[in-house]
């Protein structure tokens, strides 16, 4: 068996806060650091031992704070800089860990460099971004597209000039290859290090180098130009520069966001030893069972897509590098609606959070997900607020798709599913905030929310507390290898871990019919001991059982 290097990090269950729809203290309808800072009792209980703030910093909100405007300040919106370290030291106090988000693979073009940049090519910030000029006359310098907005290139009448700006043309990308980029990029690592924060999450990191040459991309109607850049040439190396510089001289841990990403690409990022460049990666694969391309391109979900993408992250990595286990975050719609079934709401919210946290990796809990929130069915186009959802919607009405059409799509797949107002209570906006919330608090909110969940034992926000806890009481579910059975079944998630001797057996099953499930060779459920199970109830007949709804059930071995 391959050899586990421990690390705190591995031990860890990470919680993500995208701030805006977190908790209000001030009644001004947007959350704020105070909010969260009401709320750092409740994260502790439920045994969360980092907490991931999505950006906390000044932004023009192009793309809701993924657009910086200054990386070394908060957002008023949120507070002051004293308020974020109230939080912090809050946190500490509590022995939970901090996490920001770094995203340098662009700035706002409200951001001081961008702003001088616009004043020509003799000013020093000008070379901090892609300028270059258009091919002819309004032909921009290749046929990239962007991610958020139309063309991947804007131009600028006054330079007769393009910037690139591979996400909204608020986000124009920064020039990484300028070594002054990179000095600006480790002065803000060190800010927010030296203040006490504990790492980072680094948005589209592998994104952040460009070929030189820029070269045409394979013509698709969106992220045009994505191949060359996804995993860029000297990604790898200034990401190198980064850690040796500034990231191996703290205590400290990072994880980086990777859309596109391949096992094969992946590797030289996350292999432990000497080249590796982020503790951990989020990879896109196990997001791709219901939809083909894009979220926004559904197709049925497929049980055996979603167990071949966690598996084989599972065996390549286990002893060389480190997963992260996530389900639902702020860019996908709500797990539950879209692995699980909402008529089970609560049977397939445990069994999902079974399905991934009893892997080998570091949990990731994205705000709502432990109360099982679910997508939100908005009645009309205009009262969605996102980029992406707007270019979605262009693209669809050049398919001459109907608005009601399109509604459906969001109710699908929109990454404002999962940017709700969080549910804390029946009260008024579910407890958010005591004025008008910023964007539509989900009505289901007397069923599902925090208050009530807390109550209820048999509530899917207890079960969350219980996998955390077996995870800390079992370096087995931290450490342990993973071997997947019953691979071909399209029903059953079956999987063993196993470490020093113990073994588990972790069984999920993706259907409201009975399926029949007899252990694996080698494993006499009569002597495992039942760790979880998303029923009260949980009986044996013959060395297995026949499956109710969702089920998920965990026996430990010794
Ligand atoms: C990934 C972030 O998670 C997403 O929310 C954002 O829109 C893009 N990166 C661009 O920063």
């Known amino acids: 068996m391959a050899n586990v290097t421990k690390r705190p990090y591995k031990e860890y269950t990470v919680y993500q806060i995208w701030p805006r729809s977190f908790c209000d203290s001030n009644g001004d309808g947007i959350g704020d650091l105070m909010g969260v800072y009401s709320k750092l009792d409740y994260l502790k209980d439920l045994g969360v031992d980092v907490i991931w703030f999505s950006p906390l910093y000044p932004s023009p909100n192009a793309d809701y704070g993924y657009d910086i405007a200054d990386y070394k300040a908060i957002n008023p919106e949120y507070g002051t800089m004293e308020d974020f370290k109230k939080v912090l030291d809050g946190a500490h106090e509590r022995g939970m860990k901090v996490l920001m988000d770094l995203v340098v693979n662009h700035t706002s073009n409200e951001h001081y460099w961008f702003k001088e940049s616009l004043k020509g090519e003799d000013n020093p910030y000008h070379s901090y971004y892609h300028w270059r000029k258009g091919k002819s006359a309004k032909k921009p310098p290749n046929n990239w597209l962007s991610t958020f907005e139309g063309g991947a290139w804007e131009y600028n009448k006054d330079l007769d000039k393009y910037y690139l700006h591979v996400f909204a043309k608020g986000q124009p990308d920064l020039n990484m290859d300028n070594p002054k980029v990179r000095e600006e990029v480790k002065s803000i690592m060190r800010f927010w290090l030296d203040m006490g924060v504990d790492g980072f999450r680094e948005d589209v990191i592998t994104f952040i180098s460009k070929p030189e040459n820029f070269p045409n991309g394979f013509p698709i109607p969106v992220a045009c130009g994505i191949e060359h850049y996804k995993n860029g040439p000297n990604a790898h190396k200034y990401l190198k520069e980064f850690q040796k510089e500034v990231l191996d001289k703290y205590d400290c841990f990072t994880v980086g966001e990777s859309p596109m990403m391949t096992l094969k690409n992946a590797l030289p990022y996350i292999t432990e030893g000497d080249d590796q460049v982020m503790s951990m990666m ?79 990796g570091t949990p990731f809990i994205y705000m709502g997900q432990e109360i099982g929130m679910l997508n939100i069915e908005l009645d009309s186009v205009d009262k ?13 009405q050049k398919l001459h798709l109907s608005d009601k059409t399109f509604l459906k799509m969001c109710h699908r797949s929109s990454r404002e599913n999962a940017r709700t107002p969080m549910q804390w209570s029946k009260e008024k906006n579910a407890g958010f905030t005591t004025g008008e919330p910023w964007f539509y608090v989900n009505d289901n909110y007397k069923k599902i929310n925090v208050e009530d969940s807390l109550k209820d034992p048999d509530s899917i926000l207890n079960y969350y507390k219980e996998i955390i806890r077996l995870r800390k009481a079992n370096p087995l579910l931290v450490y342990g290898d993973y071997k ?14 196993n470490y020093e001797g113990k073994r588990a057996l972790v069984v999920c099953s993706f259907k409201e019919k009975g399926v029949n499930f007899k252990a694996p060779k080698g494993f006499d459920l009569s002597k495992g001991k039942l760790v979880l199970c998303n029923y009260k109830d949980a009986k044996v007949t013959d060395n297995g059982f026949v499956t109710r709804p969702y089920e998920a059930r965990v026996y430990l071995f010794d």
């Open 282 to 360: 989020f990879h896109f694969q196990h997001h791709e069972a219901d939809c083909f391309m894009t979220e926004w391109i559904h197709v049925p979900f497929s049980l055996k897509k979603l167990k071949k993408a966690f598996s084989t992250w599972q065996n390549a990595l286990y002893g060389k590098a480190w997963n992260s286990l996530y389900l639902d975050n702020h860019d996908h719609a709500r797990i539950i609606n879209r692995y699980g079934n909402v008529n089970y709401h609560k049977e397939s919210g445990k069994m999902l959070a079974t399905m991934c946290y009893m892997q080998s």
């Open 484 to 497: 997947e059975h019953y691979k071909s079944s399209r029903s059953l998630y079956v999987y063993e871990r």
């Open 384 to 396: 969605y607020k996102d980029v992406l959802t707007f270019n979605n919607y262009h693209l669809a």
